[in-house]
Structure formats: C-alpha cells, structure tokens
C-alpha cells in the first residue's frame, strides 16, 4: 500500500508540477527617458522601457502632458538599422494636462540605435523640435 501511496503521489507531483513550472522569464526591461537629453522639450515628458525577445527589440512608449498649455504632447521614434534603412513613428497625446498615455513598438533584430524627440502641437502647428535623445 506504501508503494502504491508513493507511486500515486510522485505521478501527481509529476503531473500538475509540469503545469506549475513556468518558462524562463524573459530579457528584464531597461528604462529609458527623453528628460536633460537634447530630445527634451518642457511640456511633454517622454519615457518608457525597451527590451528584445524573439529576435524583435521592443519598446513602450509613456507620453505625458505635463503643462496646461492648449498644447498636445507628441513623441516622435526614429529607428536606424544596420543596412541603412530607417522607420519613424510617433505618439500623440491629446488627453490634456497630467494625462498619460501608453503605445508599445517592435523593431526587427537589426535595429541599430533608436532616438525620440518630444515636442507640443495645437491645431495651427506642426512639431519643430529637431534635435533627438537617445533611447536605444
């Protein structure tokens, strides 16, 4: 009976601690922000993380307003990869004053370096903010 107690209990433990083990976690995340970097424009406060999985380096984008302006908040991605090619993308933020919002991108393996300037639009302009910050 002690055996078949102890075959039945190792069969358990077998079978739900296969389902109880979880996979290896992935890359930890590495914080990046536009905030002193020549990217930098008051009013808008660009920030966020940046990791590679499967091959991809992926980044989440966190754009606050942080003056009550009339003004939106909008970060603009540059990405630079190694055959020299480039792929741009932004982040608008019209949610007003204190609000954030949040956008994640993915990049393929050849990424090479990626920078972000933020800057502040109304319905009468358009981003002039020229210099960029490095994220990756």
């Known amino acids: 009976m002690r055996r078949f107690v102890a075959a ?3 069969a358990t433990v077998t079978t739900f601690g296969a389902v109880a083990i979880a996979p290896a976690p992935a890359q930890a995340a590495t914080g ?10 008051a009013g808008a406060w ?3 993380t940046w990791w590679w999985s499967g091959g991809r380096l992926y980044v989440e984008v966190k754009l606050k307003d942080t003056k009550s302006d009339g003004y939106s908040a909008v970060v ?5 990869y190694n055959d020299g090619g480039t792929r741009h993308e932004h982040v608008g933020n019209t949610s007003g004053y204190g609000k954030t919002v949040t956008k994640e991108f993915n990049f393929a393996g050849n ?4 920078t972000g300037e933020e800057c502040l639009v109304n319905s009468n302009t358009s981003c002039i903010n020229l210099s960029s910050g490095r994220i990756y």
């Open 32 to 41: 990046w922000d536009l905030t002193g970097t020549p990217g930098d424009v």
């Open 8 to 10: 039945l209990t190792a």
């Open 46 to 48: 660009a920030y966020g």
């Open 76 to 80: 603009g991605l540059t990405a630079s």
């Open 111 to 114: 990424v090479t370096k990626i």
